[in-house]
């Protein structure tokens, strides 16, 4: 078609200059017009030299004959076929073609009209580069255990136990993580703080799909970029993000035991400047779990003064809509903006059924009675994101700003019915009611900006500024009934409306280089400014703190942080870390007002409570195996006035326990954990992880009482085995063992739980996934505690065993040009339409 365009176009140019006016008017121009129009095409087939078999995904571009400005390129299909088309119609270009494992072809090429617009390179035969597999296969080694100079990487994509699950089930299994009753993550005996590609979110583990999930990055002690009061370092779980050019997909069902069920939509398209990542996941699960409280009141001289039990079954329902939308585009080669829109909807309903019991201190029993404790709950989370990121020739020099807003509004209430007997059953009290309606709303407003200059090879200069702002509204009131349930009376203790304020503004600056011995530091200060105020408007009680307020302060606002690495021979690097920091008491913990539990506890917050300062140390051991790698580390954490939950007994009724916070003197933990992974042959590989930590509590539960003390040893141990069979199946094992661990006043239980997955690939589209969850039915969580005036001990659980089934179909395709393709054949459409040649110089 184009041969034949040009020969009719000289052809009319002939006649148009033979008959029409001088050279140098419209000639000229509808020549060069039609010279414009008439572009170039490469392609041709890669295979491999040996195999035959063609390459897919192979890179492929056109550059100039003498420089290397970019002309055009595209990807190899899966038939190993590619295609690079709109070429300048004159000229000698360098083709080159390039994939991971393969030496790099390239070779010279001509396109000259009218004879060579199109060349056919035919079957262009790859050759494998053993040097470079053999590098590569290193670096995949590496990916499993990915160790820089702040942080580790955990790459979880191919957990297969986790397919239709949440983030909490991908932390079960992320080695030094541990999860405890209420499906908050711990690492290494401390709460870290969750972060999404990042940023902190307000999302629970819970609301977040695990198939979204890429990989997740554990910094057991952050650097002076993030936040100062990531005190138990942060688990920055990075979203799955679409890299590759044309569209794909997937689609998830998935369906288990106790009325689990749930599934996902994902849609991701990349086309030239633009690139869109769209999901939609929904998921339901029942939970029926058994617990128990039973305590032994002491008298003064410690012998039992009583006794109380309790037996605790509930009925866990939840629901989760999760959605997701992110945009980027690209206004050059370095400047790339992003939007990022997120929403998460949930609803909560629980029925807990309590039975219980007082007996005097011979075992008679003196009052039973029951409890039916039903709450519900829903909420909706907003989030929008703008990225702006800027990059420069300078390799590794970029800046980047964004700015997020995010809004949470949500309801809840309950209703708790108590009937209370003597026994023998003479007199019955009266059946009590309490109920509670509540709401709150809370507006978010976070700016950072960072920038990052590579001085030299060795040398680099960070720095950043973050402003946070919060503001949030609550509400909710308790009214309290007896005999019948519509006759309410308004509990002014419990009813409360309080309106928070949380502003946090900050700067660092950081700095790498190299000391003697090529040994890299990164040495870095953090500054920050924090508000805080609560106002109880019901009850004109307000409570703050304002850090730095007074000169005094400026050292309390101030958080070092230094880092040393020295990478050694044989694929080894240690490391060394020193940091400051610092965590706020949060408005539950400060307000003193009653949050009721049961008959039997109740927690109040305490305005005295100051903030809690830890200075954390670390040095790491990294190690590259010829069939795995090892990690070391051990770790040192002192805490000056730690805030430590307590329970005592109630000055007005010793049988009832008063659940607060207090600030310890100090804190000592110190640690050693250990992670190897493993192939042990050919389709069976492992990963061990074990940390064992020692814990010294020095602190005062109730004033004018003796400092209580508690130390002692604890450890934990994870395991995973996985083992490929033939013909795409994969049988994976996950076991952990948390040993009994120090509380201020008592100890943890054992927790102990197995998980058995299997999963099958049919062909490159279909997966089948099957997963049973706590095969023996173990995973409980509880506690024992020995005071002066009382012995408990409590057990529950956040989930019991169950089975899944999960069935995931995968789409797209890898085509660099979707939209312009579909342009391009509606134009090949149109040109059908013209003159009776094919031909119309019109268009």
């Given amino acids: 078609m184009k041969k034949l365009l040009f020969i009719s176009f000289i052809f009319l140019n002939f006649l148009i200059k033979a008959q029409g006016p001088p050279a140098g008017g419209g000639a000229n121009k509808d020549m060069m017009k039609a010279m414009k129009d008439i572009k170039g095409r490469v392609y041709g087939k890669i295979i491999d030299s040996k195999?035959?078999?063609?390459?897919?995904?192979?890179?492929?571009?056109?550059?100039?004959?003498?420089?290397?400005?970019?002309?055009?390129?595209?990807?190899?299909?899966?038939?190993?076929?590619?295609?690079?088309?709109?070429?300048?119609?004159?000229?000698?270009?360098?083709?080159?073609?390039?994939?991971?494992?393969?030496?790099?072809?390239?070779?010279?090429?001509?396109?000259?009209?009218?004879?060579?617009?199109?060349?056919?390179?035919?079957?262009?035969?790859?050759?494998?580069?053993?040097k470079l597999l053999k590098e590569v296969e290193v670096t995949a080694e590496k990916n499993t255990v990915v160790m820089s100079i702040d942080k580790r990487t955990y790459n979880v994509d191919k957990d297969i136990s986790v397919r239709g699950g949440t983030a909490a089930d991908v932390m079960k299994n992320v080695p030094g993580v541990t999860m405890d009753a209420d499906g908050n993550a711990q690492l290494r005996n401390q709460s870290p703080t969750i972060f999404v590609d990042g940023r902190p979110t307000n999302m629970t583990l819970a609301q977040i799909p695990a198939d979204q999930i890429e990989r997740v990055e554990v910094i057991t002690n952050p650097s002076v970029k993030y936040d100062a009061n990531t005190t138990g370092g942060i688990l920055n779980i990075i979203m799955k993000k679409n890299l590759k050019p044309g569209y794909n997909g997937m689609v998830m069902a998935n369906a288990g035991t106790s009325d689990r069920y749930g599934g996902m939509l994902m849609l991701n398209i990349k086309q030239g400047r633009w690139n869109m990542t769209s999901m939609y996941s929904f998921n339901?699960?029942?939970?029926?779990?058994?617990?128990?409280?039973?305590?032994?009141?002491?008298?003064?001289?410690?012998?039992?003064?009583?006794?109380?039990?309790?037996?605790?079954?509930?009925?866990?329902?939840n629901q989760f809509h999760f959605g997701r939308l992110g945009i980027d585009y690209n206004i050059t080669n370095r400047n790339t903006i992003t939007l990022n829109g997120m929403i998460v909807a949930g609803a909560f309903d629980t029925d807990d059924r309590q039975v219980y019991e007082v007996l005097d201190k011979n075992s008679k029993r003196v009052l039973y009675g029951g409890r039916l404790n039903e709450q519900n709950a829903a909420f909706q989370n907003y989030n929008a994101q703008i990225i702006y990121k800027k990059t420069y020739p300078k390799a590794g020099k970029e800046l980047t700003m964004d700015g997020s807003f995010n809004h949470t509004d949500s309801h809840n209430g309950y209703l708790?019915?108590?009937?209370?007997?003597?026994?023998?059953?003479?007199?019955?009290?009266?059946?009590?009611?309490?109920?509670?309606?509540?709401?709150?709303?809370?507006?978010?407003?976070?700016?950072?900006?960072?920038?990052?200059n590579p001085l030299s090879e060795t040398k680099k200069f960070e720095a950043g500024v973050k402003f946070f702002y919060k503001n949030s509204l609550s509400e909710n009131v308790t009214s309290n009934a007896t005999s019948v349930d519509d006759l309410y009376t308004r509990d002014s203790i419990m009813s409360n409306r309080y309106v928070i304020d949380d502003m946090v503004n900050a700067a660092y600056v950081n700095y790498n280089s190299k000391t003697i011995w090529d040994v890299s530091y990164q040495a870095g200060l953090r500054f920050e400014h924090s508000y805080y105020k609560g106002n109880i408007t019901d009850k004109k009680q307000s409570f703050s703190y304002n850090y730095p307020s007074t000169p005094d302060d400026i050292l309390k606002s101030l958080f070092p942080g230094i880092y040393f690495s020295k990478?050694?021979?044989?694929?080894?690097?240690?490391?060394?870390?020193?940091?400051?920091?610092?965590?706020?008491?949060?408005?539950?913990?400060?307000?003193?007002?009653?949050?009721?539990?049961?008959?039997?506890?109740?927690?109040i917050g305490n305005p005295q409570l100051k903030p809690e300062f830890k200075n954390i140390a670390?040095?790491?051991?990294n190690k590259i195996l010829g069939k795995g790698s090892y990690l070391g580390s051990g770790y040192f954490r002192y805490e000056e006035q730690p805030i430590t939950d307590v329970a005592y007994p109630?000055?007005?009724?010793?049988?009832?326990?008063?659940?607060?916070?207090?600030?310890?003197?100090?804190?000592?933990?110190?640690?050693?954990?250990?992670?190897?992974?493993?192939?042990?042959?050919?389709?069976?590989?492992?990963?061990?992880?074990?940390?064992?930590?020692?814990?010294?509590?020095?602190?005062?539960?109730?004033?004018?009482?003796?400092?209580?003390?508690?130390?002692?040893?604890?450890?934990?141990?994870?395991?995973?085995?996985?083992?490929?069979?033939?013909?795409?199946?994969?049988?994976?094992?996950?076991?952990?063992?948390?040993?009994?661990?120090?509380?201020?006043?008592?100890?943890?239980?054992?927790?102990?739980?197995?998980?058995?997955?299997?999963?099958?690939?049919?062909?490159?589209?279909?997966?089948?996934?099957?997963?049973?969850?706590?095969?023996?039915?173990?995973?409980?969580m509880g506690a024992h505690y020995e005071t002066p005036y009382y012995i408990q001990d409590l057990s529950r659980r956040r989930e019991s065993r169950f089975v899944k089934f999960t069935v995931t179909y995968l789409f797209g395709k890898m085509d660099a040009s979707i939209f312009k393709r579909g342009k391009q054949l509606k134009g090949l459409g149109d040109q059908n339409q013209g003159n009776q040649d094919g031909l119309d110089f019109g268009k």
């Fill in 650 to 780: 109630s000055q007005f009724d010793p049988t009832v326990l008063v659940n607060t916070t207090v600030n310890g003197k100090n804190s000592v933990r110190y640690g050693m954990e250990h992670t190897i992974k493993y192939t042990f042959f050919k389709n069976l590989d492992a990963t061990l992880n074990g940390n064992i930590f020692y814990i010294y509590i020095n602190g005062t539960v109730v004033q004018g009482q003796p400092d209580v003390k508690a130390e002692g040893y604890a450890f934990n141990t994870k395991a995973t085995l996985s083992y490929r069979f033939p013909k795409q199946l994969t049988l994976q094992v996950n076991g952990n063992y948390e040993s009994p661990r120090i509380l201020l006043l008592g100890a943890s239980n054992p927790v102990y739980s197995m998980d058995v997955s299997l999963n099958k690939m049919i062909g490159t589209k279909w997966i089948l996934n099957a997963t049973l969850s706590d095969a023996f039915n173990t995973r409980r």
């Fill in 284 to 317: 339901q699960a029942i939970n029926n779990t058994l617990g128990y409280t039973k305590r032994t009141q002491l008298d003064s001289s410690g012998n039992p003064a009583g006794y109380f039990n309790q037996d605790n079954n509930t009925r866990f329902k």
């Fill in 567 to 603: 990478k050694l021979k044989k694929s080894q690097e240690v490391q060394l870390n020193f940091s400051r920091k610092i965590s706020r008491p949060n408005f539950f913990q400060l307000m003193p007002f009653v949050m009721f539990a049961d008959k039997q506890n109740y927690r």
């Fill in 618 to 621: 670390e040095i790491n051991y």
């Fill in 51 to 130: 195999t035959k078999k063609p390459v897919e995904f192979a890179s492929v571009v056109v550059l100039w004959y003498n420089k290397d400005s970019l002309l055009g390129g595209a990807l190899t299909q899966e038939n190993g076929d590619f295609a690079i088309e709109g070429l300048p119609a004159m000229g000698g270009f360098r083709f080159r073609a390039t994939q991971i494992g393969y030496k790099t072809y390239e070779t010279k090429i001509y396109i000259q009209l009218p004879n060579k617009l199109e060349q056919d390179l035919g079957d262009i035969k790859f050759e494998v580069d053993e």
């Fill in 416 to 452: 708790f019915t108590t009937d209370t007997h003597f026994d023998p059953d003479t007199i019955s009290f009266p059946r009590e009611y309490q109920k509670n309606v509540g709401k709150s709303n809370a507006n978010q407003y976070t700016f950072q900006m960072d920038y990052v």
